[in-house]
């Protein structure tokens, strides 16, 4: 039976400690990620989702960047302990005001920031301390493992959400993704690595850090291309998926029927996306990676292709695989290529700039929507996204980087 298992989970230890406590985090995630929006709407309307919505993301524009650093200088197990707790905290406190009825909008959004703030210490973080948990050449496979239980809670996520929802409520279930917390930080608080943490205190250290990470950023020749396909993936292409794309299916499929198929579809493709990651390593990641972006950023135009939703479905599905791979790529790319004591200060820019920008997509999607027609702005995403991973694509450092070899 364990003979089936990846070789990054028999023989790593450490990493199976942390993947132990992820996978049970992971899964409450995509549940609470499916109930928050039905426990905003129970109490307020579409624009009180929306200002909680930004309330979680904002916080990685702001505080990824400095929390990468901190990472790095102060222990990454360490901090993502801090966060686990606090995300725990988050999460009971707003499961009990939900429970008890005295839960309102203002309360949530506030709420919504410190989980989105606690976040955005934990992802860094948790990219630097995969390669202190495996040997350098199943990094890859560590981050594929990882993927592959993410994108399985995002199918099974909502099914355990519905049925939740069915049978408590809202509340009931945000509790059970704060108890999820509480399982990680206790698998992490055993876990020993040797620590890689940078030198320096203060607010000197801290600046010196911040400016150390950018020029490490600078210095590679391949993350500044590639940033920049991520920015124009997540502010043109997401909120199409996030925003624009339940909108057409209200208006031209079945509505929330048709979304949850196409839904599913993403889902399942990213779960055979993070399978073939687990075990395809290629010579030249980023140029696989930046092809598949190209996919991926086509999912704009899937959406608003007029397929039906068995066709949208099925371009999903591929577009699944597409995300999963490029996503693995990209992140293993960093961790192999980074300075030890630099990972989680570099991977804060690529949270900050990437998902920390979202917002402002999400912000203009529905009046350029409203102004040129869904189906319209939906295309146009997906033009800028492939046109700037095609630029990324194009840049000699993204298309000859070849992975390190392992002694």
């Known amino acids: 039976m364990t003979g089936a298992l990846p070789a ?48 979680a993301t904002l916080p990685f524009l702001l505080v990824a960047i400095p929390g990468g650093s901190i990472s790095d200088r102060v222990g990454r197990r360490e901090v993502m302990v801090v966060a686990d707790l606090s995300r725990a905290v988050v999460q009971m406190t707003m499961a009990v005001l939900l429970i008890s009825g005295s839960a309102e ?50 199918v099974a996520g909502p099914t355990i959400a519905g049925l ?20 990680s930080a206790a698998c992490l608080s055993r876990l020993r690595v040797v620590r890689v943490a940078a030198d320096g205190d203060g607010e000197a250290g801290m600046l010196e850090a911040l400016r150390e990470g950018w020029a490490v950023v600078r210095g590679t020749g391949w993350m500044l291309p590639g940033l920049r396909a991520l920015v124009a993936y997540h502010v043109c292409v997401l909120p199409s998926i996030f925003v ?50 190209l996919l991926a950023s086509m999912q704009g135009a899937f959406v608003a292709s007029g397929l039906g939703t068995a066709g949208i479905a099925a371009l999903e599905l591929l577009a699944g695989i597409a995300v999963s791979l490029q996503y693995t790529l990209w992140e293993s790319t960093i961790q192999e290529q980074v300075p030890p004591d630099a990972t989680a200060r570099v991977a804060a820019y690529d949270w900050g700039v990437s998902v920390g920008l979202m917002p ?3 912000a203009v999607a529905g009046p350029i929507a409203a102004a040129i027609g869904l189906a ?16 990324a694509l194009a840049h000699p450092a993204v298309r000859g980087l070849r992975r390190p070899s392992v002694v």
Not at 107 to 121: C, H, I, K, N, R
Not at 255 to 279: C, E, K, L, P, Q
């Open 8 to 55: 990054v989970l028999r023989e790593e230890p450490r990493f199976r400690l942390l993947f132990l406590g992820q996978a049970l985090s992971m899964l409450g995630d995509r549940i609470s990620f499916v109930v928050i929006p039905f426990a905003v709407l129970s109490i307020g309307g579409i624009a009180d989702l929306g200002l909680v919505t930004a309330a």
């Open 244 to 293: 624009l794309g339940p909108a057409l299916a209200i208006r031209d499929l079945s509505g929330a029927t048709s979304w949850a198929a196409i839904t599913a579809g993403f889902g399942v493709g990213a779960v055979i996306g993070s399978a073939i990651a687990i075990r395809y390593r290629p010579a030249r990641p980023l140029r696989v990676a930046f092809a598949a972006m």
């Open 164 to 183: 939740l929802l069915a049978v408590t409520g809202p509340g009931e279930a945000i509790g059970l993704d704060a108890l999820t917390f509480l399982v």
């Open 360 to 362: 402002v997509g999400v």
């Open 105 to 154: 909008i203002w309360m949530l959004a506030v709420l919504a920031a410190a989980f989105g703030t606690a976040e955005s210490f934990f992802g860094p973080a948790m990219n630097g301390l995969v390669p202190q948990t495996v040997a350098p050449d199943r990094v890859q496979q560590a981050n594929g493992v990882l993927g592959l239980t993410s994108n399985a809670g995002m």
């Open 376 to 391: 319209t702005t939906m295309r146009w995403g997906s033009a800028i996204g492939v046109a700037m991973a095609l630029a």
